[in-house]
């Protein structure tokens, strides 16, 4: 799981989530990106002006454990979004880490074993991010001792937090483009948060790469970081780092792609390709310039 090391590498929670930037600000549950331009009305950037984390209630909001949301994605395809909200807390009942989860489970109808493979996928991404929950929950103790010892825990204490939220952002019978939107709060000047992808072939299970669908990978990257460069040159060089370039290969070969009914989204998430305040960027890749994408990828 490539993208998922990038991602660690990242963050910062020391196994949690961006260099990508990738996880973590319930952007409501990351919306499938119907950017093309930066966000400035998502920036979360206004944590370092001064202002307070989000409190976990604006995280959770009204939402029950175990809710289930059930989509169907053309004919005999079906997807379960199952949610689960935990509190864990401290001896003296004090929150130390807020817990948000919202995995997919997939049915086809007659491609049992694609929906297997599916959703396999999916059980070893749980495990993963209980791993980094076991983790956050460690760095929450450590936190709150700290803060006891220094007399601030009563007034200055909100606990931690950590988010993984999946969703479909596209499927046209024949793959489906599921997002993992990926959050967290542990203590610092503001949250990280960012978004991957995984897309898979409904009739197989396969998770899609570029090797997959282009008939030439290097020649489509090539192609596909030139349109990059010309949308940011379109929208400000000032609002990327200046060795940006560098950079966009890494994300086309990690875990930041998806197909929309656009053609291929590109996630740049925090720290990615621009400052933290930039918030999360898409660049979208239309069909008709994709010339090495195989016919049958194709809207």
């Not at 119907?34 to 909001?61: M, R």
């Not at 929208?235 to 998806?258: A, D, M």
């Not at 656009?262 to 010339?291: D, H, K, Q, V, W």
Request: include cysteine; aromatic fraction near 10%.
């Amino acid at each position: 799981m490539e993208k998922r090391r990038i991602i660690l590498t990242a963050f910062g929670l020391s196994c949690a989530i961006s260099t990508a930037g990738c996880t973590s600000k319930p952007q409501e549950s990351f919306p499938a990106g119907n950017s093309s331009k930066i966000e400035e009305e998502k920036n979360v950037g206004e944590e370092e002006n001064g202002e307070d984390p989000p409190l976990k209630e604006e995280i959770n909001g009204s939402l029950e454990e175990g809710q289930e949301t059930k989509e169907t994605q053309g004919e005999g395809v079906e997807v379960v979004y199952t949610e689960e909200l935990r509190d864990e807390k401290g001896e003296d009942g004090v929150s130390l880490l807020s817990v948000k989860e919202i995995f997919p489970s997939i049915t086809i109808k007659g491609k049992e074993e694609a929906a297997k493979k599916i959703n396999d996928y999916y059980v070893k991404e749980k495990e993963e991010f209980q791993t980094h929950v076991n983790m956050a929950l460690s760095m929450a103790k450590d936190g709150y001792t700290y803060a006891k010892e220094e007399g601030m825990a009563e007034e200055g204490w909100n606990g931690y937090m950590i988010e993984r939220s999946y969703s479909t952002a596209y499927s046209n019978g024949k793959l489906i483009s599921i997002l993992s939107g990926n959050y967290e709060y542990l203590g610092g000047a503001h949250p990280n948060y960012g978004t991957t992808a995984d897309v898979f072939e409904l009739s197989t299970g396969e998770r899609l790469t570029l090797d997959k669908i282009f008939k030439n990978k290097e020649a489509a990257i090539s192609h596909m970081e030139q349109h990059i460069i010309g949308q940011i040159k379109e929208r400000g060089e000032e609002n990327f780092f200046p060795e940006y370039e560098k950079s966009i290969k890494t994300i086309l070969e990690g875990g930041f792609w998806y197909f929309s009914d656009r053609g291929i989204e590109i996630i740049s998430n925090p720290y990615m390709l621009a400052p933290y305040a930039a918030g999360e960027i898409e660049f979208t890749i239309p069909y008709e310039e994709l010339t090495e994408l195989k016919e049958e990828y194709k809207e």
